[in-house]
């Protein structure tokens, strides 16, 4: 019967499904049916297919053709279904043996010249044909995905005519090179923490932020340093681990973003523009992708001007914030994405830039600071004063900071401390893990309580203070939280300052 199978993997998400497409010649007047619910990119495959096997030297069967991509449920979409899509044709007109494409896997986009081109996101493709350790051929421009992934039993197409060899026995497809070395992971230098001038308390926040992967905002007036800072946490935070940086290269793969080999093991940093909608930001659209949280996975999102921000926009990352994750529903699907992020946000304390100046009253400040509703600033375990810096301090000589690699070690040190004590970060720990790994003195607790009643503070600030005094214990390399740890902590609640001070006048 002439029929033929011929295995390939949809996108759904950072996911890749098997699709099993299905092609069946029968007679009956030339025809040419596609079903199993394409979008319009996968119905161009018909015309591209058949100028293809033409223009390679094939013959294009003369016969009622139907090609079935099931699951039919599952909505197909892109060009990656047109080299299954010919390679079953041609399996099932005889022109390849039909054992020769079981146990093959095959994903890619054909030229009318039968040449295979380049498909986005392959990565997740290559990471689900590796678990089941199937030969999957791929167009030899997505190389660099294969290579980060170090699947050995890829093989590289070029064009029809050498597939079709290949799938006679008579020639071999090229596959990736296993002795490969990765190149140096500091092509692109960061910034140094040294250059920073003054800020010795900005700079501590920071310093703690890192270590415990704490939410940070920072208020102050323009020009003291807030952007400078936020870009220079990059080079405090660690490298990502194989299965962390692939799982933030799959997201980057499916959102149409390649990520360099050498820049592989880095964390990400996204900073999106104030204007940006939410959908930008969050993820979505008709065929649902990854937003700016997601791509700041495993990384830091830095929102500039956070106060310029729509206020609907930011209250949309309460729940990614809390869960670590972001669903966005539409009709085509139902897709989820990670999204654990750190968020560093900074932002002018007043409309005219300064609550010193006098150009705004009480009343406008307040206007102002009211664009972040109280559950979004709720999220945040730090907010610290970046003031200007003093007369002289620009010329002075007696300026010797910190190095990024001397407060790096620290936070290293810390961050393996966490690992070692609960397997996680201080700030993902539950108000469970708080009590019994915490290791705070009850009356120490009872301080904390008082201190956050009287401020007015929530349950959630109360256990989110906890978790900054416990990183600033373990930078110490302290084993026990002390009233001097959580008196620090309580130190870093500027806004909460700002805004007590506004209601009294």
């Known amino acids: 019967m002439p029929i033929a199978c011929v295995a390939t993997r949809a996108s759904h998400g950072v996911e890749a499904p098997l699709v099993q497409v299905e092609v069946h010649l029968s007679n009956g007047l030339p025809a040419f049916s596609l079903v199993g619910l394409p979008e319009a990119s996968v119905k161009e495959a018909k015309e591209r297919v058949r100028s293809a096997l033409i223009n390679a030297g094939f013959e294009f069967p003369m016969r009622r053709i139907t090609v079935n991509l099931a699951p039919a449920d599952l909505p197909k979409q892109g060009g990656r279904y047109d080299l299954p899509i010919a390679i079953g044709i041609l399996a099932a007109s005889k022109q390849i043996p039909i054992e020769s494409i079981k146990h093959h896997e095959f994903v890619g986009e054909l030229a009318l010249s039968g040449q295979v081109r380049r498909c986005p996101g392959l990565l997740p493709v290559i990471v689900e044909a590796s678990k089941l350790n199937r030969t999957l051929v791929l167009p030899v421009e997505n190389r660099e995905d294969a290579e980060l992934v170090g699947f050995e039993n890829v093989r590289f197409a070029t064009h029809l005519q050498s597939l079709a060899a290949y799938l006679h026995g008579q020639s071999q497809l090229p596959s990736i090179d296993l002795n490969l070395q990765w190149l140096s992971q500091d092509s692109e230098p960061l910034s140094c923490m040294s250059d920073v001038v003054g800020q010795h308390q900005a700079k501590q926040a920071l310093e703690i932020a890192a270590a415990g992967n704490h939410n940070l905002l920072m208020l102050g007036p323009p020009g003291t340093g807030k952007t400078m800072l936020a870009s220079r946490i990059m080079k405090l935070l660690p490298q990502l681990a194989y299965e962390e940086a692939l799982e933030v290269a799959a997201i980057h793969s499916v959102a149409g973003h390649d990520i360099k080999p050498a820049n592989f093991y880095r964390r990400p940093f996204r900073s999106p523009h104030h204007t940006c909608s939410a959908i930008s930001l969050v993820g979505g659209g008709a065929q649902p992708k990854p937003g700016e949280i997601s791509l700041a996975h495993r990384g830091v999102l830095f929102l500039d001007e956070v106060a310029e921000f729509p206020r609907k926009v930011l209250d949309c990352l309460r729940e990614p914030m809390e869960t670590g994750e972001v669903s966005i529903s539409r009709a085509a699907a139902k897709l989820t994405f ?59 000589s007696n300026h010797q900071a910190e190095t990024s690699e001397e407060i790096a070690k620290r936070v290293n040190l810390a961050r393996e401390k966490q690992l070692a004590r609960s397997g996680i970060l201080n700030s993902q720990l539950s108000g469970k893990q708080l009590n019994t790994d ?35 214990a373990d930078l110490q390399q302290q084993e026990c939280v002390t009233r001097a740890h959580i008196a620090q902590a309580l130190g870093y609640r500027a806004m909460d300052r700002l805004l007590a001070t506004l209601s009294k006048q």
Do not use: W
Not at 355 to 375: C, F, H, M, V, W
Not at 438 to 453: C, R
């Open 338 to 396: 990670s999204s654990r992020f750190q968020l560093i946000a900074a932002m002018n304390p007043s409309p005219c830039g300064d609550t010193d100046n006098g150009r705004s009253s009480p009343e406008q400040i307040q206007r102002y600071l009211a664009k972040l509703s109280g559950p979004f600033l709720d999220r945040f375990d730090l907010t610290i004063d970046v003031p200007k810096l003093p007369l002289g301090a620009l010329n002075s």
């Open 438 to 472: 915490g290791q705070f003195n009850s009356n120490d607790l009872l301080f904390l309580e008082q201190s956050v009643n009287q401020l007015g503070l929530s349950v959630r600030s109360y256990h989110r203070i906890q978790r900054v005094a416990r990183t600033i």
